[in-house]
């Protein structure tokens, strides 16, 4: 019996309940699409580079070349290769050696859809969207937040009062930066208890929900030790790091059953997603920060001062946040079953003027948030809140924010600003 040359590949394949991955190929010199595909679903899944003597019942867990389009393959591997609740040994197998082979030039995991089998064994979110807007009585506008700025250097106490002066503004969240743990300066201990209080107060004036995404990113021990004195204190939110933090951390968050949201920041994601040629797609993170079960997520804006193309940012708002994800030349399809979506989270470089755009390209499930854009406005912190929120007003409403702004005195000041 001839042995076949790429007995990784069966195009007639029609994946059932399997884990299935779209990768983006470059093969090396002199090296066929055929042989590069090949060696990529072998090394993910139960081959090695040279002949082995083994037992055939292997075989019936090889992973499946079943679709090759240009320099886009898709692979089926069986459910069986993966432990049930374990990101880091799903992304150790699809993500894992295939990223540095000799017979690639470059290869990018796209994007990946998960059987039956994986989504039952993950709690996903606890809120998602429905549970975020209950906790915070929103119900048919965007979310306004905050990121306390400067993101470094300030005390405890002028970082309460900046949280404070944004929410009597008019925000709902108020954020820590990604890289604000726990220096001399601002300790975390002092910190949560502070802008807690400013919160408090925020709410009495107000009469409107306020909340205040802490960061509790550090070493898993302390990260627990930080989420539980957050929850302890009335905190209605927790924000992590997900990438430099790590899956398993996320994982060891999310199971230990905490009653507040877990706001995701992706910082270090470009390291990963920004060559459109290699690495891992924001989309494949997405994917398993709303499995493990995130309640909101940066997902980028397509206008403000991060790379990123709208197109992308919109099919990245979709995948977090429907239940039934259709497939797409670029993306496969993905029923959630009862894994909630995810609240996109729109930051980096947005100011009033960015408004419209974003409510037209990503709808009002989003939460819209600015850093300088709003403690940047000439009257200040306060002003710039005020401004932001009227320019949420005015999209809502459908009137031009040129409009809108003859009439508010903040957004007037935010335009003459940062412009639209």
Same mark, same amino acid.
């Given at each position: ?15 059932? *309940? ?37 037992? @055939? ?12 389009? @240009? ?11 993966? *432990?049930?609740? !374990? ?13 540095? #082979?000799?017979?690639? +030039?470059?290869?990018?995991? %796209? ?12 709690? &996903? ?7 975020? /807007? ?20 300030? @005390? ?22 990604? !890289? ?8 975390? *201990?002092?910190?949560?208890? +502070?802008?807690? $209080?400013?919160?408090?107060?925020? $709410?009495? %004036? ?5 909340? =205040? ?23 209605? =939110?927790? #924000? ?13 968050? /999310? ?18 997603? /920004? ?31 991060? *790379? ?5 940012? %919109? ?68 002003? &710039?809140?005020?401004?932001? /929120? ?7 409403? @459908?009137?031009?924010?040129?409009? =809108?702004?003859?009439?508010?005195? $903040? ?10």
């Amino acid at each position: 019996m001839v042995k076949k040359e790429f007995e990784f590949i069966n195009l007639k394949y029609k994946p059932k *309940e399997d884990l299935v991955c779209l990768f983006k190929i470059s093969p090396a010199k002199n090296i066929s699409m055929k042989k590069a595909a090949n060696t990529v679903a072998l090394e993910s899944s139960v081959g090695t580079w040279t002949k082995i003597s083994g037992k @055939n019942y292997v075989k019936k867990l090889m992973a499946k070349v079943f679709s090759i389009k @240009n320099n886009y393959i898709k692979i089926a591997y069986p459910k069986e290769l993966f *432990e049930s609740n !374990n990101v880091p040994n799903i992304l150790s197998s699809i993500a894992g050696n295939i990223l540095g #082979m000799k017979v690639i +030039k470059a290869i990018r995991l %796209e994007d990946v859809s998960f059987p039956k089998s994986i989504l039952r064994s993950f709690s &996903g979110p606890r809120y998602g969207i429905q549970g975020v /807007r209950k906790i915070l009585k929103v119900k048919n506008r965007p979310l306004v937040g905050t990121i306390i700025k400067p993101k470094l250097g300030l @005390n405890t106490k002028h970082h309460a009062q900046s949280a404070y002066e944004s929410w009597i503004g008019g925000c709902d969240i108020v954020k820590d930066d990604e !890289n604000l743990a726990s220096q001399k300066f601002n300790v975390f *201990e002092k910190r949560l208890a +502070k802008t807690l $209080e400013m919160a408090d107060k925020a $709410e009495q %004036e107000t009469g409107e929900k306020k909340a =205040y995404l802490v960061n509790v990113t550090a070493e898993t021990k302390d990260m627990l030790k930080r989420a539980q004195l957050a929850e302890k204190q009335g905190s209605k =939110y927790i #924000m992590i790091d997900i990438i430099t933090a790590g899956w398993a951390a996320l994982q060891t968050l /999310r199971q230990a059953n905490f009653k507040m949201a877990i706001h995701a920041h992706r910082a270090m994601h470009a390291a990963f997603d /920004r060559n459109p040629n290699h690495g891992i797609n924001m989309m494949v993170i997405a994917d398993f920060a709303r499995l493990i079960g995130v309640d909101q997520l940066h997902i980028g804006t397509g206008i403000g001062k991060l *790379e990123g193309k709208i197109k992308d940012i %919109e099919d990245l708002s979709e995948e977090i946040s429907m239940k039934d994800v259709k497939s797409t030349n670029k993306r496969l399809k993905q029923n959630w079953e009862k894994i909630k979506p995810v609240l996109p989270v729109s930051s980096g470089g947005l100011h009033p003027g960015h408004v419209p755009f974003l409510i037209k390209h990503l709808g009002k499930d989003l939460v819209v948030q600015a850093g300088g854009g709003i403690h940047g406005h000439p009257q200040g912190t306060k002003a &710039g809140a005020k401004a932001m /929120r009227q320019a949420v007003d005015a999209a809502i409403k @459908n009137i031009s924010l040129k409009r =809108y702004s003859k009439t508010h005195e $903040e957004l007037k000041k935010a335009i003459g600003k940062f412009g639209y």
